[in-house]
């Protein structure tokens, strides 16, 4: 008889190792995520993208608010697994859910650790320059991804990569090597590798704020800025009169101006933003209340921006 398999999982990059188990010889005997929560403007309750799958596939579903209830942990001890898979769930598991099954609990976790432990590895990656990030496979303890490693398969960090065409290419290699590692797991065939904790960084849960730009960095930085937090929260910066979020940015290594950081001008054809060292050439971006829109479409609208200074007012 195949594995027993509890998932833990709730956003878009869970949904690739959710389905991978799916259409796996294991027996997926119950799905938890997150509760329902209000998005967008109408902030309508909804949906968290691994509840969809669940239901499409007709599994068992648990959305507690907590792991910590006597309740929810008797429930899930009663589906007896042999193995509990977490993917991005959300909430820390403590030692009395650690401890239902045979084999313990897995994570998929998007980095290399012990580099990015956290909810937020794959912006942290891009903001700092990594030439590479990847996928663990972890035996989880207490701590905050501090468990040792089972696997890890790297990827590079292309210089068109943003938060979300990252995540989405780590989110299918985790799928392929949580398949991969699995059968080695559970014959007890793998030893899992302490994490040196030497060599450990933090990449905790993104806040809105951080999104501001700081056109006193320079530009390098400021464009993995904008590629690391695209589409969530997404970069920004005040305008003359609202925000104005930067979707798109392109480096301009041969572009000198002693404009003060902030500076919006044109030249060569292009809208450029001066920074603390180099300038940036605005490509797309979005107005307060607009569509998202090119430089240019945004000068026709506000031709006053033009040798403003963005972020100042």
């Not at 193995?83 to 769930?89: D, Q, T």
């Not at 990449?203 to 730009?213: F, S, V």
């Not at 940036?280 to 607009?290: I, S």
Request: proline share 8%; hydrophobic share 45%.
């Amino acid at each position: 008889m195949s594995a027993k398999i509890i998932f833990m999982g709730t956003p878009d990059f869970a949904v690739p190792t959710l389905t991978a188990l799916i259409q796996s010889d294991y027996n997926l005997v119950a799905v938890v995520t997150q509760p329902d929560r209000p998005s967008g403007r109408g902030q309508r309750l909804t949906p968290p993208p691994v509840k969809q799958v669940a239901q499409a596939a007709g599994l068992k579903l648990l959305q507690p608010p907590s792991l910590k209830g006597e309740a929810t942990v008797a429930e899930l001890a009663a589906l007896e697994p042999d193995l509990i898979v977490v993917a991005a769930f959300g909430q820390i598991l403590r030692r009395n859910v650690l401890t239902l099954p045979l084999y313990g609990c897995i994570n998929v976790h998007a980095s290399l650790l012990p580099r990015w432990r956290g909810a937020a590895p794959v912006v942290k990656a891009i903001e700092a320059g990594d030439t590479e990030t990847g996928i663990t496979i972890m035996q989880m303890d207490e701590g905050l991804d501090t468990g040792p490693i089972i696997a890890q398969r790297a990827i590079p960090i292309r210089s068109d990569h943003t938060g979300g065409t990252l995540t989405a290419e780590l989110a299918e290699l985790g799928a392929g090597l949580l398949l991969d590692v699995l059968p080695l797991w559970l014959a007890g065939k793998i030893r899992p590798q302490p994490q040196n904790d030497e060599l450990a960084t933090l990449a905790p849960r993104l806040k809105k704020e951080e999104g501001a730009i700081d056109w006193r960095r320079p530009a390098v930085e400021i464009e993995r800025q904008v590629r690391a937090f695209s589409p969530w929260p997404g970069a920004f910066t005040q305008g003359l009169r609202d925000q104005i979020k930067i979707w798109a940015v392109e480096l301009a290594p041969h572009l000198t101006t002693t404009a003060l950081p902030g500076t919006l001008f044109r030249q060569e054809r292009g809208i450029y933003v001066a920074t603390g060292a180099g300038a940036l050439r605005l490509v797309t971006v979005q107005p307060a209340g607009k569509k998202v829109m090119t430089s240019e479409a945004m000068l026709n609208g506000q031709p006053d921006l033009l040798n403003s200074r963005l972020g100042t007012m």
